[in-house]
């Protein structure tokens, strides 16, 4: 799936309207955002300050892919000197599968100090 068609199809199911997000996506990637694709899975990174982002995850991906998704971002991502990332997940399952990928890579997976974010990982 095209990275537009991955968004479209997860906003969908989570009952927001595919267009609003779309644009909010766009608007984003105008202010210096980044998007990172892999198979049907898009990570918008949205920056907040040097090297510190705000991300969005959609993905069409069955748990298992999107786990090894996931490990192949973060690791592209500290490469490139990024220190801390951001989110809000109102996936009970995401916010697990991130710990245990955390745990993994042996970073830290924090509760936000950030309103507008539940949760953060310092890399």
Same mark, same amino acid.
């Given at each position: 799936? @095209?990275?537009? !068609? ?7 199911? %989570? ?8 644009? *909010? ?5 105008? @202010?210096?955002? *980044? =998007?990172? *694709? ?7 990174? !949205? ?8 991300? *969005?995850?959609?993905? /069409? ?16 991502? !500290?490469?490139?000197?990024?220190? %801390?990332?951001?989110? /809000?997940?109102?996936?009970?399952? &995401? &916010? !697990? ?6 745990? %993994? =890579? ?8 950030? %309103? ?8």
């Amino acid at each position: 799936m @095209k990275p537009s !068609e991955v968004i479209s199809a997860d906003s969908h199911q %989570r009952g927001l309207n595919e267009n609003t997000v779309l644009k *909010h996506v766009h608007d984003r990637l105008k @202010k210096g955002g *980044h =998007l990172l *694709h892999e198979s049907n899975t898009v990570l918008l990174l !949205e920056p907040i300050a040097p090297k510190i982002y705000a991300t *969005h995850l959609f993905t /069409q991906d069955s748990p298992l892919t999107l786990s090894k998704i996931l490990l192949q971002f973060f690791h592209g991502i !500290e490469k490139h000197g990024t220190v %801390r990332l951001y989110g /809000q997940a109102d996936n009970s399952g &995401i &916010i !697990e599968l991130l710990k245990h990928l955390t745990k %993994r =890579l042996n970073v830290s997976f924090q509760p936000s100090d950030l %309103r507008g974010y539940n949760w953060m990982i310092q890399l």
